[in-house]
C-alpha cells in the first residue's frame, strides 16, 4: 500500500516562503512520477509542478514557473515543494500525487494520471 504524507503548510506573508515535504511510503520510489497539486475553494484541482525520477524531468505551471521548484531525495523518498515569493493566489490546499512510470509532458499535469494521493496541507498567504 502506497503512503503519502505531506508537511509544512501554514501561514504566510505575501513575498514569503514555504516548503512543503511529502513523505512515500510502500515502494520505492525511483520508478514513480511525483507531483503537487493544489486546490483552492470552490475551485478545481489544478496541477502545481512533478517530476518524473527516473529521467529527471520536470514540469511546473505557469502560474508558479519561476517560483517553485520541486526536488526529491530518493534516498529518503521524500519530494520537496519550494515555494518562493507567495501571493494570496497561492492559497489552497496542497496535495502530493505519485503514480509508477515514466510519463512526462502533458501527462505530468493530469489529476487523472496519478494513482496515489496525501491527505493535503493547507498554505494561506496573507496580504
Known amino acids: 500500500q502506497v503512503q503519502l504524507e505531506e508537511s509544512g503548510g501554514g501561514l504566510v506573508r505575501a513575498g514569503g516562503s514555504l516548503r512543503l515535504s511529502c513523505a512515500a511510503s510502500g515502494r520505492t520510489f525511483s520508478n514513480y512520477v511525483m507531483g503537487w497539486f493544489r486546490q483552492a475553494p470552490g475551485k478545481e484541482r489544478e496541477f502545481v509542478a512533478a517530476i518524473n525520477w527516473s529521467d529527471v524531468i520536470t514540469n511546473y505551471a505557469d502560474s508558479v514557473k519561476g517560483r517553485f521548484t520541486i526536488s526529491g531525495d530518493n534516498a529518503k523518498n521524500t519530494v520537496y515543494l519550494q515555494m518562493n515569493s507567495l501571493n494570496p493566489d497561492d492559497t489552497a490546499v496542497y496535495y502530493c500525487?505519485?503514480?509508477?512510470?515514466?510519463?512526462?509532458?502533458?501527462?505530468?499535469?493530469?489529476?487523472?494520471?496519478?494513482?496515489?494521493w496525501g491527505p493535503g496541507t493547507q498554505v494561506t498567504v496573507s496580504s
Open positions: 500525487a505519485a503514480s509508477p512510470g515514466r510519463f512526462s509532458g502533458t501527462a505530468m499535469r493530469m489529476v487523472r494520471a496519478f494513482a496515489y
